[in-house]
């Protein structure tokens, strides 16, 4: 079927809609029209690292509604809201024990630019292959995507908001609920305030954390912050992060997250800890150096990376809807909605910090 979708020719372009041609679902299967879809750091990686092979169409933060479904398709139906997820095998050992994050084929599956079977499902008018991104490439009018790509929500809701659960929502507050698993009244720091970051916030004051403290360098960001749940947030432009910790929690924070992926901010989030310690990185970073004696072993701190909240989006993605439902995790606050046509302008607003989370809507157009 011919479809529009958004593409990157080469490294560092910009996206182009275009038209192109879509293949039907395999028995495994499903295709989606997509209503909307959300803007995340990672599609600009995407866009500029060459971590997939171009010509890429790219989009990973998808709501939309199921047009047909493969033979073997068993947990959703033709006209079920869904949003997409992260691309997981579901046969491996860390899937199958309920880490499908940890999938061991995660990377090939979400950047190796085909699906499952090694094949494609986007062509352009040529019949060349054109990339997939996550599994799903939703800046697109329709797309195929693996069944374990694809999480039923509810129709209550209004799915125009739903896409960044799929990936930048369900990581910071996933992180925060399934990974750390803090206990009622203890303390953490939070090192950036977008989307990852604002979500860690609200899902720390769900849990009844103590101290929940902000870090950033711009004061709005750290005045959202502070409305969704921040007790206390500090301008590391103008004040030392972790003198302000220390005076707080006198030994230090009990958790810290990363979302910055900036060296020394990293280090910064690792000292701040209290002894025992542990922090958790979600940004995409490059090399770091620590002392292992003096910034980690000595005090028996732990520094893990975290992917997509270590979650099960199709247990995880309704629980975050019922807690949006509730008012208590207020994600819609964080949103702008864009045009397909303005999509450039949507990746631009979101490098430049004037918008949280932008979402595309696809269907408008």
Avoid at 100 to 111: D, I, K, T
Avoid at 304 to 324: C, H, R, S, T, W
Wanted: charged fraction near 20%.
């Amino acid at each position: 079927m011919k479809i529009s979708t958004a593409i990157v020719q080469k490294q560092g372009a910009l996206l182009n809609i275009e038209n192109a041609q879509l293949d039907d679902p395999k028995p495994n299967e499903v295709l989606v029209k997509i209503v909307s879809s959300g803007v995340c750091h990672t599609d600009a990686a995407g866009r500029d690292m060459g971590m997939t092979p171009y010509p890429l169409a790219l989009g990973h933060e998808g709501a939309g509604i199921i047009e047909k479904i493969g033979s073997s398709v068993t947990t959703v139906r033709p006209g079920d809201h869904v949003v997409l997820s992260f691309s997981y095998c579901g046969h491996c050992e860390n899937c199958l024990s309920g880490h499908p994050a940890n999938c061991v084929h995660l990377n090939e599956l979400n950047f190796g630019g085909h699906n499952f079977d090694g094949s494609h499902r986007i062509h352009d008018e040529s019949g060349n292959d054109i990339s997939t991104f996550f599994g799903q490439s939703s800046f697109s009018s329709y797309s195929v995507v693996d069944e374990h790509g694809v999480t039923k929500v509810s129709k209550d809701v209004d799915i125009n908001v739903l896409g960044p659960l799929g990936c930048g929502f369900q990581t910071g507050a996933g992180t925060v609920l399934n990974y750390l698993k803090p206990e009622f009244g203890s303390s953490i720091v939070i090192f950036g305030t977008g989307a990852v970051g604002l979500s860690a916030i609200m899902a720390a004051k769900i849990i009844g954390m103590d101290n929940i403290i902000a870090v950033d360098v711009y004061d709005n960001r750290l005045k959202i912050a502070k409305e969704l749940g921040a007790t206390g947030v500090i301008n590391s432009t103008i004040e030392n992060p972790n003198e302000i910790i220390q005076k707080v929690t006198r030994f230090g924070v009990d958790y810290s997250i990363d979302t910055t992926g900036v060296p020394q901010v990293i280090k910064t989030a690792v000292t701040a800890l209290k002894p025992s310690g542990v922090c958790a990185l979600l940004g995409i970073a490059g090399d770091v150096t620590f002392n292992i004696q003096q910034d980690i072993m000595g005090e028996s701190k732990k520094v893990v990376g975290v992917i997509e909240g270590d979650a099960i989006p199709q247990l995880f993605i309704p629980k975050l809807v019922n807690y949006y439902q509730k008012g208590m995790f207020p994600f819609d606050k964080l949103i702008r909605f864009y045009n397909f046509k303005s999509i450039n302008q949507a990746f631009e607003d979101s490098a430049n910090g004037s918008v949280i989370k932008p979402v595309v809507k696809i269907l408008d157009d």
